[in-house]
Structures are given as C-alpha cells and as structure tokens.
Nanobody, 128 residues
Framework: QVQLVESGGGSVQAGGSLRLSCAAS????????MGWFRQAPGKEREGVAT???????TYADSVKGRFTISQDNARNTLYLQMNSLKPEDTALYYC??????????????????????WGQGTQVTVSL
C-alpha cells in the first residue's frame, strides 16, 4: 500500500509559479511510476506529467516547457514545479502512483486509470 499526501496548492496570478509536493508513505523507488493529474470543474481528469523508476519524464503538451516533475527518493517525495501559470491550469491536482512490472507508467494519458494509488488532491487557482 502507498499513501500519498499532496501539498503546495494555492491561488496565484497568471504568470506566477507554484511547487506542489507529494509525500509518499512508502519508498518511491518501489513504484514503477508516479505522476500528477488534474481535474478542472466540468472536465475529465487528465494526465499532467509522469516520472518512472528510471527518472524518465513525460508531459502533457499543454504544460511542456512550463512544468517540471521530479522525485526525491531519499525523502519519498514527488514534486511538480509549475511556472508561467495560466488560468487554464486551474484545477484540483492529484498525485498518483503505479506499481507494475509492465509498462511502468501504463497509459497515463487516459486520465490515470492505470494508477492504483491516489492522494486527496490540492487546489490550484490561477487568476488573470
């Protein structure tokens, strides 16, 4: 079992930055992949970024070049550095983990259905 707790959300103006953190109850190296997902009101949950056991990262096109995912195995913590924030980044952001010997991150672009462990979410609100 992996328990995840997000923090770092808040309200910022467009162009600002935030760093989200996700503390894991188990060693992050036991997971095959960890990721950030988000869900805006009235929209489906979408994948934002993932990092696998090899520290290979992937990003949604909408955040590429602005967001950076990273992982500190010593602290069992996942991060999402978000720069140049836009109003359309407003959403509830979730941290998730996947443990699988096959396809480390699964089909993460499908909204995280392949991820079995989830945090409670942290709200990010970006205003003009």
């Amino acid at each position: 079992q992996v328990q995840l707790v997000e923090s770092g959300g808040g309200s910022v103006q467009a162009g600002g930055s935030l760093r989200l953190s996700c503390a894991a109850s188990a060693a992050t190296y036991v997971t095959s992949c960890m990721g950030w997902f988000r869900q805006a009101p009235g929209k489906e949950r979408e994948g934002v970024a993932t990092i696998d056991r090899s520290h290979y990262t992937t990003y949604a096109d909408s955040v590429k070049g602005r967001f950076t995912i990273s992982q500190d195995n010593a602290r069992n913590t996942l991060y999402l550095q978000m720069n140049s924030l836009k109003p359309e980044d407003t959403a509830l952001y979730y941290c998730a983990a996947r443990i699988s010997p096959y396809l480390p991150c699964g089909n993460w672009r499908n909204g995280g259905a392949d991820f079995g462990y989830w945090g409670q979410g942290t709200q990010v609100t970006v205003s003009l």
